[in-house]
């Protein structure tokens, strides 16, 4: 056992997205690329030299060898102590919390999120950092910056270290700790939630189906819901996570988690369901007969937060990503409360969750979180719902109907077009860019443009700037538009519009339907459809 240094040069395209770095499987398993972007981490954050790092992954494939090299690595270059999931498996929220609990230097995260697994599919590395949370962009170019001066990494040659049984072994001066992957996160649930009300609500035959999607919540959604709350066996389905997820899209929203969504709908559906993602962070509620958005999600947990007891002293603020509609914005000024508008991307909450101005975060990607760790948390917005429902018994779908009556309700919808061109797309948005100064006062599609703006967002806390964050436009009477391009796709570029309208009478309607304004709108603005070659949006959410 010998630690070897190997030569290596810069790769190109190592630049961290929205949340890590994402690439196709194969391109991570070229030589050196896995090897140069962790050691460009430990570069970039100043060495691991008697640090303590978390370490776990959703699970998909490459994830355990992965998971070897980056330990072989850690030891190679001096870490002190690596606590990794049991079978280098953790969830993205449950890695967040270990991090904090056993108060670690920061944590590596194998994953790439909702997008699809297998040896065709997706991978991805995320570095978060010691408050348990992804990155902020001058951690994040500093690693870019490493990426791109690489000559050389370190790397212990050892056989594959065992990471199936609890306990703790050494690799050279390293210390390995594998822990049980939902034990932590189960106990810190329980802290927050009134498990003995939903204990209660399941033994009086409240029906749930949570549906895994083949990815890591399945064992945290089985200990939790059917173990330990009562839900009856069988709820949580497809719960046995697979190195492709059974060949599916592992993203929680009514197009990849149709099947549960269908049931929602049917005639025997259960009282709630819901489904979490690839790595655990993101959530979709669904009622008996009512898909909620995950804007409205947010919203209605806002509005209903003081019935849970981990929040029973109320929200210090809320805060979403920037294209999230504005539900909550109207919640927390009922509330008195402070309302943040981000880029996307989660790890813009992170200051605000730190100085305690924010409670509760959002974004319209199926991602819902709060002060508890740093991450988007699935469970924990399904417990949330869970709980609100237990303490006001009501269903879904009446909670909604009641939310909207009291705060109006916006109907938002989003229009993906996937590997579009990226010379097309980046054209698109420069051409809108260019006009966005004449826009106000001219009149698209019946609507009057009242604000037009590419967000910037000035951090209230560190007071950085993050420019060209997505392009906003607003009309007459709450309606808005906004497009940007994805920070996590890895083909070609994806286009994404948001459309959004309010309704404070008519409830009832259709979302596209009562979206069409808006979306020819967008259309007449960004000439979608010719500059991409595209009739129709690949996804619509
Ligand atoms: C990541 C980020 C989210 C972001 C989402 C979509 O989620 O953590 O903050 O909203 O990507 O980003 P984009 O619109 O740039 O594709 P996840 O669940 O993929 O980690």
């Known amino acids: ?216 919540t399945g064992p945290y959604a089985k200990a939790i819901l059917e173990d330990r709350l009562g839900a009856a066996p069988g709820s949580v389905i497809n719960g046995v996570p697979s190195t492709d997820f059974g060949k599916g899209h592992p993203d929680p929203n009514p197009i990849w988690a149709k099947p549960l969504v269908d049931e929602m709908m049917g005639p025997d559906a259960p009282d709630f369901g819901a489904a979490s993602d690839g790595d655990g962070d993101r959530n979709m509620i669904v009622g008996r007969g009512i898909y909620v958005t995950p804007s409205d999600s947010l919203a209605a947990l806002a509005a209903n937060a003081t019935l849970v007891p981990g929040y029973a002293g109320g929200l210090k603020g809320v805060a979403r990503s920037m294209p999230t509609s504005k539900a909550v914005d109207r919640v927390a000024e009922s509330l008195g409360i402070e309302c943040f508008e981000t880029p996307t991307g989660w790890k813009f909450f992170g200051n605000l969750l730190d100085a305690g101005r924010a409670t509760l975060c959002g974004e319209e990607s199926a991602g819902t979180g709060s002060d508890h760790v740093r991450e988007k948390d699935g469970l924990w917005a399904v417990l949330f719902w869970l709980n609100i429902l237990a303490k006001r018994q009501i269903s879904v779908a009446d909670l909604m109907a009641d939310h909207w009556k009291t705060y109006g309700r916006n109907y938002y919808s989003r229009h993906d077009y996937e590997g579009v061109d990226a010379e097309a797309a980046n054209a698109l948005m420069d051409n809108l860019r260019a006009r966005l100064a004449d826009l106000p006062g001219t009149s698209v599609a019946g609507l009057t443009v009242t604000a037009a703006d590419d967000f910037a967002y000035d951090d209230p806390i560190d007071g950085s700037r993050s420019a060209k964050q997505g392009i906003r436009i607003s009309f007459d009477g709450g309606a808005r538009v906004v497009l940007r391009l994805s920070g996590t796709g890895t083909v070609g570029a994806t286009l994404r519009v948001y459309l959004e309208t309010v309704e404070t009478e008519a409830l009832d309607m259709d979302a596209q339907a009562a979206l069409s304004k808006v979306i020819a709108a967008a259309e007449e603005l960004a000439q979608i459809k010719a500059r991409t070659g595209r009739n129709e949006p690949d996804v619509i959410t």
């Open 1 to 216: 056992m010998s630690i070897q240094t190997v030569a290596t040069q810069p790769i190109a395209g190592q630049k961290p997205g929205t949340s890590g770095l994402r690439k196709t499987t194969p391109e991570f398993q070229k030589h050196h690329f896995l090897e140069n972007f962790i050691q460009s981490i430990w570069n970039g954050i100043g060495g691991v030299q008697g640090k303590t790092l978390v370490l776990g992954g959703d699970g998909r494939h490459f994830n355990t060898e992965a998971s070897q090299v980056v330990l072989r690595m850690a030891a190679a270059s001096g870490a002190a102590k690596v606590i990794v999931g049991q079978n280098a498996l953790l969830s993205t929220p449950a890695a967040s919390n270990l991090i904090r609990k056993r108060k670690a230097d920061g944590g590596i995260i194998l994953s790439a999120s909702h997008n699809p697994g297998g040896p065709e599919g997706d991978f991805g590395v995320k570095y978060n950092t010691a408050n348990g949370g992804p990155a902020p962009e001058n951690v994040t170019a500093k690693i870019y910056a490493a990426t791109q001066q690489i000559s050389e990494y370190l790397i212990y040659e050892t056989q594959d270290i065992d990471l199936s049984a609890i306990g703790e072994s050494t690799l050279g001066g390293m210390t390995i700790e594998v822990v049980d992957p939902v034990a932590d996160y189960a106990e810190l649930m329980e802290q927050i939630f009134d498990f003995e009300a939903l204990k209660a609500m399941f033994a009086g035959g409240f029906r749930l189906r949570f549906d895994a999607m083949h990815a890591v």
